[in-house]
């Protein structure tokens, strides 16, 4: 037990023994001060009452007095300018110490001399307010016995306050008292419970938007912090960058989800969204680097969020090479704090996308070049973390892949996007089915006006999407304000871009229910 105290104003670690004195000492400081203000209280009141008392004893003359007095303070200046005689008072002092019932402060010309008791400003007001009633015998009986218990009640105040048995005495009787008032069995009942609480179970589920930027500073966001805006727009800033910094990954997710951080060597590690930090527009947000154990020259640029591992669904993965590659998901259900290998890369390869599988879908892959092949997810088998896994693509002369989509519904639209802004939704449908390994079909032009294929995703109408620019503007746009049109198309504008800046991404997102 952790038994700490004020000692003398200072607090101090105390074994058994010092935390009984330190208690103990503390009581008998309690107790001494309450004997002294209570001893205030008494004198206070034993000097009201021999005010009264002398008042009784010379009830006829102080009534002449008051009645010949033109107003009460003359009335008060004759009664404290006489001296009086009680035999009840002088027969009561006499028996204790001259300051025995003195208050404390009174000037030494009031109280009882060798010429008779001369009454104080306190007592000669409380003569002049006493009422008629208290001239009876019976009330004058009461006053004197109460004069009699006050000085009495004194005499046992300055006996505690000599006598430190006294004080010891009252403290243990005290405690006896506690202990009989108290001391009853417990009426709440103490179970073992063998649930373990975790950071996790204290933490509202909530949606958050996860950004990480190009130079690796990761951070989270309400989705309240972004609101609606038509197509076009000059959007809002997402986050505070260097110069040299850009938002690179963007997507939503909720609180309790795990994150697989993928890097571009092919390893994995596992991060829960409520440990990823939380901050504003303005924020740049923490590196990541300082949340998970990456090695020199390793970089996070593929971020999944799972709910939870089973054995129907596997972790699909694409490379910037065109290879892809198919594991289950239960492979990834242990977390290692140094991470795992999630695929094995060619040199110059790296990891450009992952999505989460069931087998009974077509997977889709977009390429800078404006192609993309559609084909059987099943055309790939299941493959160990180790694997280097088969060509999902072939690719022209320095063209690259850059998305990798799960066709789960086939009334769902893609929606593909340029680095110059520009962008389109295209049915599935258009997408044919073709054997893996092949270049694929036209997705959207790649003409100067729109440059390279940036991005692409899945969508319905009733999404909006999140377009994020290398300078770290994000704007919010409702799918269903994006023109429909064919593959062979070169779109519309989806966003307005200063000059210099770059497209360089964009994520679907449910709109929430009642929002504006």
Not at 132 to 149: A, H, M, P, S
Not at 483 to 509: C, F, H, P, W, Y
């Amino acid at each position: 037990m952790n038994m700490v105290a004020l000692v003398d104003g200072q607090p101090r670690l105390l074994n058994l023994k010092q935390m009984l004195d330190a208690f103990l000492r503390h009581r008998r400081e309690v107790v001494t001060r309450r004997t002294v203000f209570e001893l205030k209280k008494a004198r206070d009141r034993g000097h009201i009452l021999e005010g009264l008392a002398v008042a009784l004893s010379n009830v006829d003359e102080i009534i002449q007095i008051i009645k010949s007095s033109e107003t009460p303070p003359i009335a008060k200046e004759k009664l404290m300018g006489k001296a009086w005689r009680s035999a009840l008072v002088e027969e009561m002092l006499a028996r204790v110490e001259p300051d025995f019932s003195r208050p404390a402060g009174l000037a030494p010309q009031y109280g009882l001399h060798k010429d008779g008791y001369h009454l104080s400003d306190v007592q000669a007001q409380r003569i002049l307010e006493m009422q008629l009633q208290r001239l009876t015998n019976l009330e004058q009986d009461k006053i004197v016995g109460e004069y009699r218990e006050v000085m009495e009640r004194i005499a046992d105040l300055l006996d505690i306050l000599a006598n430190s048995a006294r004080v010891t005495q009252i403290i243990r009787e005290e405690l006896t008292q506690v202990m009989e008032q108290f001391g009853d069995k417990r009426r709440s009942q103490i179970v073992t419970d063998t649930q373990d609480l975790s950071m996790e179970d204290l933490i509202a589920p909530e949606d958050m938007v996860v950004t990480l930027s190009h130079s690796g500073y990761i951070k989270t966001q309400p989705m309240a912090d972004y609101r609606a805006q038509k197509r076009g727009g000059r959007g809002k800033q997402a986050a505070g960058t260097k110069e040299d910094d850009f938002i690179e990954k963007l997507f939503v997710a909720n609180t309790h989800d795990y994150i697989l951080c993928f890097s571009n060597r092919g390893r994995m590690y596992w991060l829960k969204v409520y440990n990823v930090p939380q901050g504003g527009r303005a924020s740049r947000g923490k590196p990541i680097v300082n949340l998970l154990p990456l090695v020199e020259g390793e970089k996070i640029n593929t971020l999944l969020p799972v709910k939870t591992f089973d054995d129907e669904h596997y972790v699909f993965m694409a490379t910037s090479n065109g290879i892809v590659k198919k594991t289950p998901l239960t492979e990834f259900s242990r977390p290692r704090t140094a991470g795992i290998i999630a695929v094995g890369l060619d040199d110059g390869d790296f990891l450009i996308g992952a999505a989460i599988t069931d087998g009974k879908h077509d997977v889709m892959l977009f390429s800078d070049g404006g192609k993309a092949v559609r084909f059987d997810e099943n055309d790939v088998r299941p493959m160990g973390r180790n694997a280097r896994g088969v060509i999902g693509m072939r690719l022209g002369e320095g063209k690259k892949v850059i998305s990798l989509l799960v066709a789960e519904n086939e009334t769902d639209s893609v929606l593909t996007a340029t680095e110059n802004g520009y962008g389109k939704r295209t049915l599935i449908t258009e997408y044919t089915r073709h054997a893996r390994g092949t270049q694929g079909m036209i997705a959207i032009q790649t003409t100067a006006r729109n440059g390279k294929v940036v991005a692409a995703t899945l969508v319905t109408e009733e999404d909006e999407i999140m377009l994020i620019t290398d300078g770290g503007v994000l704007i919010r746009t409702r799918v269903k304000e994006i023109r429909e049109m064919g593959r062979a198309t070169q779109g519309v504008t989806l966003i307005n871009l200063d000059e210099g800046q770059k497209l360089i991404g964009i994520e679907s997102i449910q709109e929430s229910e009642g929002e504006d």
